[in-house]
Structures are given as structure tokens and as C-alpha cells.
């Protein structure tokens, strides 16, 4: 397990890196579709400038004791993807034409703000309760949280310049622990859209090599949904991929058809059961 320095490093050293992928974008470039539906390239920038500024105002908050809302957001725990999914479309296109040619050196200074501040949380500071929309969430687990929004953005926007686009390794061990612990945005609850109740509930097993390699039942019912440790009851379906697959999967974006004509995802079970799995992870 990582410690709290190298996790430091590892979101610096990601932080770095995007940064400067955005700063070598051409600005024509940032006008084009991202892999995000209806957002361009520069909407999901303006949507990681506004992640920075939420994770920095509920740390800072947290750290002197204040876990409410903000103004106009619903209390902890209240709300997932799909709840949020049309406001924060909305509130990061509003900034993205708010800002204009100002959107990469905001974005700059929104992620320099938020990685100091995590870096410099003390070991009690570390522990203490902070404000998410997706719940109460400890100061450090922002960390975590950040890495994902992180990598699966980017790849929102590379997807959309370069067929062979995959998560970032580096921030796959963080981005697994955030979605098999009930920990805000990230987590399968916080993923999950319902739909129509089913007459019983679907039991799919992830078999996920690589990092931070699954072994671990998902079922859902259509309007509820659990992860569960793999035991001997038998899955309806059983899926078989490395973990950037199992990312993209989960935060709906994956073709599943074409990821199982690629090889990428195997499945044993009912096929059509395995490709409704798609229905209840859209994305964000």
C-alpha cells in the first residue's frame, strides 16, 4: 500500500504531466468534442477547474471544523451522477465561456492550490471529515478522489485525438480504491444509474488483473446496486479484463461490444445480460 508521501507524488507528478499535455494543445484543438457526451475538450477543463475549487474549498472548511454544504448544494451523500450529471454539465460550460482565454492559467492555479494544501496536511489533518456532495469524506481521501477525476478526464480528451487513448497507469491503484470504497464521487454508488426494478437482481463477477487487481461480485437490481466479495454463489455473468478496462467500464466509457471484438473484455454468461451492464454506468 502506498503511503500518504508517495500518493503526494504521484498526484504532483500527475498533475504535471496533464498540465502540460493541456498547455501543448493547439487552441483550436480545445473547441473540438471531447469523448465526454456534449462536452468540448475545453468543457472538461473548465469541469477540473471546478473539481479543484470545490476539493480546496471543502478541505479547507473541513480542517476548521465546517462540514455543510455550500450554498445551493444538497447535504453529504445525497446525490449521484445521475442527480448531478445536467447541473455540472451547465456549471462547466457557464465557466468555460466565463473564462475565455483565461481557462488553462485558472486551471493552473486551481490544481497548484489543491495539491499543496493535500500535501501539506498534517497526519491528524489527514483524518478529518470534509463536505463532498457524495458524502462525508475524510481530508485525505481527496487525494484519491482528484487522481480519478484526473485520469478519467484526460482521457476524455484524448480519446477524442487518439484512437489508442488508455488510462493513465500511474493513478489506477487510487482510482480502484475509490470505486470499491463508498467514499463520494468515484464510488460505484456515486456511478450507478437506476433504471426499472428487475424481477431478480443480476450478479456480475470482475475478475481485474493488473493493478490493484478484482476479484469481486457487482449486483444490481435495477434500482440498487452492491459489491460484494466473490464466493461461491454462481454470477450470472463473469467478466474477465485488465484494469484501465475495468475503469472505463465503470465510469461508462466503454463500448462493450467493441472492447469484447478486441479481446480487451472477456465474458462467460448471457451476452445480453453482460452488455446490459452499460445501462447503469453512463458516465459523468
Not at 478486441?262 to 446490459?276: D, K
Request: charged fraction near 20%.
Amino acid at each position: 500500500m502506498e503511503t500518504f508521501a508517495e500518493r503526494v507524488r504521484v498526484l504532483q507528478a500527475e498533475s504535471a504531466r496533464i498540465t502540460q499535455y493541456l498547455h501543448a494543445l493547439s487552441p483550436a484543438t480545445f473547441e473540438r468534442p471531447s469523448a465526454c457526451s456534449a462536452w468540448q475538450i475545453q468543457d472538461v477543463i473548465a469541469h477540473l477547474i471546478g473539481v479543484a475549487e470545490t476539493y480546496t474549498n471543502s478541505v479547507s472548511r473541513g480542517l476548521h471544523g465546517d462540514m455543510a454544504p455550500p450554498p445551493g448544494r444538497l447535504p453529504a451523500g445525497q446525490t449521484t451522477a445521475s442527480l448531478a450529471a445536467a447541473s455540472i454539465a451547465q456549471r462547466s460550460i457557464a465557466a468555460r465561456q466565463a473564462l475565455g482565454d483565461q481557462l488553462l492559467s485558472t486551471f493552473d492555479v486551481a490544481n497548484d492550490r489543491l495539491n499543496s494544501l493535500l500535501a501539506g496536511l498534517t497526519p491528524v489533518q489527514r483524518e478529518l471529515p470534509c463536505y463532498h456532495p457524495g458524502g462525508i469524506v475524510k481530508a485525505q481521501n481527496f487525494m484519491d478522489l482528484r487522481l480519478k477525476e484526473l485520469a478519467v478526464h484526460e482521457w476524455d480528451i484524448r480519446a477524442a485525438l487518439e484512437p489508442e487513448a488508455t488510462i493513465s497507469a500511474a493513478s489506477i491503484p487510487a482510482i480502484m480504491t475509490t470505486i470499491s470504497e463508498a467514499i463520494a464521487s468515484g464510488s460505484l454508488r456515486w456511478a450507478f444509474w437506476a433504471g426499472p426494478q428487475q424481477a431478480a437482481p443480476a450478479r456480475y463477477r470482475f475478475v481485474v488483473s493488473g493493478p490493484g487487481p478484482v476479484y469481486s461480485d457487482i449486483v444490481v437490481d435495477g434500482t440498487t446496486i452492491r459489491m460484494e466479495d466473490a464466493g461461491d454463489t454462481v454470477a450470472d455473468v463473469t467478466m474477465r479484463c485488465d484494469a484501465a478496462t475495468y475503469v472505463l467500464l465503470v465510469y461508462g466509457r466503454l463500448n462493450l461490444e467493441a472492447a469484447l471484438a478486441s479481446g480487451g473484455l472477456v465474458i462467460e454468461g448471457e451476452r445480453a445480460l453482460a452488455l446490459a451492464f452499460a445501462q447503469w454506468f453512463r458516465g459523468i
